[in-house]
């Protein structure tokens, strides 16, 4: 959608990483932001930084399991600012280098609740009223991983970051007869709390490091910069590490060949 003619912004996990770039682009190009995060003091503190700097931000605290909260959030954000005309569903946590073979039951659940469910929550919250209104733009923050081929250790952030790829995509598809945008946010690694709130909201991290690779990642205010030019030119898929492009293909090259070897001969 045209940036210039948004007025107002929900961004959940908005007070930290991907989130607080993406909500700090947006004010940037004159959008009113409401950020949302489940760390009450986390959404004090990015306010308190941004005093004097811009003047169209304000905060709500949302556990995106919760879809009274939801509800509640999204009264009081278009009662101080208006209709939401992007929504970013950002929250989530992050994988913990176990197998599958050896992964607690409630933490793959709670993976579930955050990642998938937790988007969904709040595409139910919204959906309905873009479409009504006949414009706008939702961004659902999936993976680079849930696009690549599977990798030991990251089984179930994959298998949540690929459900919210098809989220994602079957949303587009709804909403773009009716002037709707909708992209998937697949980055790679971007530097966040994303490791603090997985800890903090019931999940595991532990040996990971040799997935990250010691690597800092990429400014959260270059990721927010891309995903805000993918919203304005509607990109269906948004990464924000371009090099990845190469897993990607190998995990369509293996398909591929699975289907030759199916059907050889028959």
């Not at 970051?161 to 790679?188: D, I, T, W």
């Amino acid at each position: 959608m045209n940036i210039a003619s948004a007025r107002h912004a929900l961004v959940t996990g908005g007070a930290s990483g991907i989130g607080r770039g993406i909500a700090d682009a947006l004010a940037h190009r004159g959008v009113a932001v409401t950020i949302a995060d489940i760390d009450g003091a986390a959404v004090e503190s990015t306010l308190a930084d941004r005093t004097g700097v811009f003047r169209l931000f304000r905060g709500a605290v949302l556990d995106v399991r919760d879809r009274e909260g939801w509800c509640s959030v999204k009264r009081e954000a278009e009662d101080a600012f208006g209709p939401v005309d992007i929504l970013v569903n950002n929250a989530g946590i992050g994988f913990n280098g176990t197998d599958f073979a050896d992964l607690d039951p409630q933490i793959f659940d709670t993976v579930i609740d955050i990642d998938v469910t937790g988007v969904f929550n709040g595409v139910s919250a919204f959906a309905g009223d873009l479409r009504a209104r006949g414009r706008g733009h939702i961004v659902n923050t999936a993976s680079v991983m849930g696009l690549t081929a599977g990798v030991p250790g990251r089984g179930v952030y994959s298998a949540a970051k690929a459900a919210v790829v098809a989220m994602s995509e079957a949303l587009r598809a709804e909403l773009a007869p009716h002037g709707v945008g909708v992209s998937v946010l697949c980055p790679g690694l971007v530097r966040s709390g994303l490791d603090d709130s997985t800890a903090r909201l019931g999940g595991e991290v532990r040996r990971v490091d040799h997935i990250k690779g010691g690597n800092a990642g990429m400014a959260p205010e270059t990721a927010g910069d891309i995903v805000v030019r993918g919203i304005s030119i509607d990109a269906p898929y948004i990464l924000t590490h371009p090099h990845y492009l190469g897993n990607i293909s190998t995990r369509y090259d293996s398909i591929a060949r699975s289907a030759d070897s199916v059907h050889a001969g028959a």
